[in-house]
């Protein structure tokens, strides 16, 4: 297609759904009224926002089918039927207390064949009328072959079971920013993936679990770990198996805690750059890899959450103009056919590192959690060596000198293998926090024009307006309660400790300082009697 034609086709779907837009009616809860949804990954942490988001913001959806799998000895039921007790679900209980009469658990497993689904609830989900699929193992240095079975072959058979649906309106895939972090600038378009989905999914089939791990790294090669692989060929998946289906691909990036909905803060783990925002702030991670005036590539949860409503939307009242566009012209772009989202915020409203941390360390030291476990004394280090350097010093010999002293006392030693985790996960984050990549996001800022000013205040996803300061304000009191389950009420007898700490702190390095100094001293005396 000619770059002509493909401006008036953008022109055309823009045009077309802005005809029929009436700037004060909400149209994305009536999209979703009387509509059945199926969510993948319902129990991870946008799975639950999403869940929350759905059923309080959408009162008159329809069914709302949530996938759930046995784990850690516990039965889908049994998860289910905790899933619930979550604090993000209090305002949804209070404002609509019958709406868990909508949800269904419906037992299934993404990395095996045909998702784990029983005939029989292949059959009742039949009258799925839109999907989210958030479901993906996040963990960054997981074994090939589940990264692949769960980020991959779940993806391809979601999407094979897709088609049988008779009345689907919306497909929402949701990738990683990161997927294609090979590349310096990352556009909204697909790229050439690592691998072809069969080609790896042929592989696990004829390798055994030793042999595929030793072939990973030649796998791997310039991705820096599994998770972001897998996901790069997850999107090659859905360009080769959504066609006939209305699917749009979107891509957030570091996903934080939510900035204002259903509450103030919450987050439910510590991966990324909350894990760094915790560990500093309990005084265990005093140095990371990291360059401080990068752009910290980071996006508040409740954001990310809208849009990807929006965009499930907005795939569904597209669809309708792109067929009729395709059959005038079957030469249609792949991202037209497959809108792909870059949900990032260095496009439109950056921060770097330095000022993330900066923030963060300013108002955390204002609500100390009682298990802060050392005052706060963390470094950005741009150069590796410098790193490395405070690894040793700052990291390590504490640690041993803390696990020999637990010995003498009787007790079990547990600072150094907790570092040797710490150390893991700081060494995934640094490759993020040491390097800078370049986003377009025309497609996101279009789709913000096409929402309503009805539905902007319901589903707020614009990040050009979102003041980091105000939302960083409740990173840390959000991980004191939700993660570290220390209660606000607490906060003085944090803070009491807190100033112990501080005072034990700057003791110890006025000493030490002393040491180093007597020692440089004694050594010069000594070179001089020898002179």
């Known amino acids: 297609m000619t770059q002509r034609n493909k401006n008036y086709l953008e022109d055309m779907l823009d045009m077309s759904d802005v005809a029929d837009t009436n700037e004060f009616q909400s149209e994305i809860p009536e999209f979703f009224a009387g509509s059945n949804v199926l969510i993948t990954g319902g129990s991870g942490f946008l799975g639950i926002l999403l869940i929350e988001k759905l059923l309080r913001c959408c009162p008159n959806i329809g069914k709302l089918y949530i996938f759930m799998r046995a784990k850690k000895d516990k039965t889908p039921e049994q998860r289910f039927k905790e899933h619930f007790d979550c604090p993000i679900y209090d305002k949804l209980k209070k404002e609509q207390p019958n709406f868990n009469t909508k949800v269904m658990m419906v037992e299934a497993d993404l990395s095996k064949l045909d998702l784990g689904l029983s005939q029989e609830s292949r059959k009742y989900l039949l009258d799925t009328n839109v999907i989210f699929h958030a479901a993906a193992t996040v963990r960054f240095n997981e074994t090939m072959r589940i990264a692949v079975n769960i980020n991959v072959r779940g993806t391809k058979q979601l999407l094979l079971f897709a088609k049988e649906l008779p009345n689907l309106k919306s497909f929402v895939h949701i990738s990683s920013a990161f997927a294609y972090c090979v590349h310096n600038c990352i556009e909204e378009k697909y790229y050439p993936p690592p691998i072809e989905t069969d080609k790896i999914l042929t592989l696990l089939d004829i390798l055994d679990d030793e042999k595929l791990d030793k072939f990973t790294p030649t796998l791997i090669g310039e991705w820096p770990n599994s998770y972001t692989y897998t996901k790069a060929i997850a999107e090659d998946t859905v360009r080769q198996y959504s066609i006939g289906i209305p699917v749009c691909i979107v891509r957030p990036s570091i996903v934080t805690s939510t900035a204002e909905e259903p509450l103030n803060g919450w987050i439910n783990n510590i991966y990324g750059a909350v894990g760094v925002v915790m560990g500093s702030a309990i005084g265990i991670l005093r140095t990371l890899h990291c360059d401080p005036d990068k752009v910290a590539e980071i996006v508040p949860a409740d ?229």
């Open 303 to 531: 954001y990310v959450i809208s849009h990807f409503i929006a965009a499930s939307w907005d795939t569904a009242k597209r669809r309708n103009t792109l067929l009729s566009i395709e059959n005038a012209n079957p030469d249609v772009p792949e991202t037209e056919r497959v809108p792909i989202y870059n949900y990032v915020s260095a496009c439109q409203n950056p921060i770097t590192w330095r000022r993330f941390m900066k923030i963060n360390e300013i108002y955390g030291m204002q609500v100390p959690s009682t298990h802060v476990f050392w005052y706060y004394f963390f470094f950005l280090n741009k150069h590796k060596l410098v790193h490395n350097f405070c690894v040793i010093f700052l990291h390590i010999i504490p640690a041993i000198v803390t696990d020999i002293l637990l010995v003498l006392t009787g007790r079990k030693p547990m600072l150094l293998n907790a570092y040797k985790k710490i150390h893991k996960f700081s060494s995934v984050i640094s490759y993020f926090s040491s390097k800078e990549w370049r986003f377009s996001n025309d497609a996101v800022v279009k789709l913000w024009s096409r929402v309503s000013l009805a539905d902007r205040q319901i589903f707020n996803f614009d990040i050009d307006n979102l003041n980091w300061e105000s939302y960083l304000k409740h990173m840390i009191p959000g991980l004191r309660l939700y993660i570290a389950k220390d209660p606000l009420e607490t906060i003085d007898k944090g803070r009491e400790k807190y100033e112990k700490l501080k005072i034990f702190h700057y003791t110890l390095l006025t000493v030490i300082t002393a040491l180093l100094v007597l020692g440089v001293i004694n050594l010069i005396i000594r070179v001089m009697s020898f002179s």
